[in-house]
């Protein structure tokens, strides 16, 4: 019998999505290409592994347990992977771009401290499914991730930004009343963009004004030159103030906030030897901007 990694990873998709379409976004494949990869482990099986259905796919019972083991061997190589990093002392670190360029620089000595560390900047949906593969060790998101052990970290309040003369007129505003036409926002796949829409009671199809900006400091930049209204969190506040002296920041009378966390995969290597003192150096971090912001604004 010749199982490969590969099937098992993408019948582990397929268990989880009840969708070759679906499943195959989520490995990065074709459809035709994940449904050869599932036919052949079907074949080295000896039985059929998946009902498909007019309308979704289910598992067959011989499936269910080849998806059990599956979902061990998964585990044991991340397990292993997380090992061998943690033999060369590296930790592999993701971040969402609405907190790394804030929360980074005032972290890094703490983080150097701690040995050698590789960051990467994505998207959550992108920290989240790297994390679930391994390649990860920890990601600090703003969303919850139930499917992951969580850390909370800090809690980062929003404040409305604009110019003095767009704010004076805002003031008292609760996020609801913002005018659509006014709010700036970020490019979707960025949890902040959907953070602000909801607190604003607002869809894309509401907001009319579609910048495609992939940045913070894009928005805070626009907003500044009297171009609309945008909500900046409590941790870029300070940064964002200075690089722009035209943008002015209000607070909100029931302020809005979102839940900054650090996540990992729940059966990760020895968590307290690299997990919890990432813990502490990333919350003491985050929590000394939130008090710089707080005195400020």
């Known amino acids: 019998m010749n199982v490969t990694l590969r099937q098992l990873s993408y019948l582990r998709a397929l268990g989880h999505a009840r969708s070759f379409s679906r499943a195959a976004e989520m490995v990065h494949v074709s459809q035709p290409a994940l449904s050869v990869q599932i036919r ?50 590296q930790v592999n670190l993701g971040v969402i771009p609405t907190i790394a360029p804030y929360l980074l620089p005032a972290a890094l000595p703490g983080l150097r401290a701690q040995g050698v560390l590789r960051l990467r900047e994505a998207t959550t949906e992108e920290l989240i499914e790297e ?26 309040r929003f404040l409305l930004a604009g110019t003095p003369d767009q704010l004076a007129m805002n003031r008292g505003l609760a996020p609801q009343a913002i005018n659509p036409d006014q709010l700036l926002l970020l490019d979707e796949g960025h949890c902040l963009a959907d953070q602000a829409l909801a607190l604003c009671g607002l869809t894309r199809a ?47 009378a029931d302020e809005p906030a979102r839940q900054v966390r650090l996540v990992r995969a729940r059966e990760a290597s020895d968590p307290e030897a690299w997990f919890d003192p990432l813990v502490r150096v990333l919350k003491a971090a985050g929590e000394g901007l939130i008090t710089q912001a707080r005195k400020r604004f």
């Open 40 to 89: 052949e482990l079907e074949d080295q099986i000896g039985q059929p592994l998946v009902e498909r259905r007019p309308r979704d796919v289910r598992l067959t019972r011989a499936g269910r347990r080849v998806l059990e083991t599956a979902e061990r061997v998964a585990a044991e190589l991340r397990s292993l992977q997380a090992e061998a990093r943690r033999g060369l002392g």
């Open 206 to 252: 509401a907001q009319r004004i579609d910048l495609g900006a992939s940045s913070l400091t894009t928005l805070c930049a626009l907003a500044g030159q009297a171009m609309g209204l945008t909500l900046v969190p409590e941790i870029a506040a300070m940064q964002e103030s200075r690089a722009f002296p035209t943008l002015a920041l209000l607070r909100f």
């Open 131 to 156: 994390v679930g593969q391994g390649t990860l060790d920890a990601a600090i998101i703003a969303t919850p991730a139930p499917e992951f052990f969580e850390a909370p970290l800090f809690e980062d």
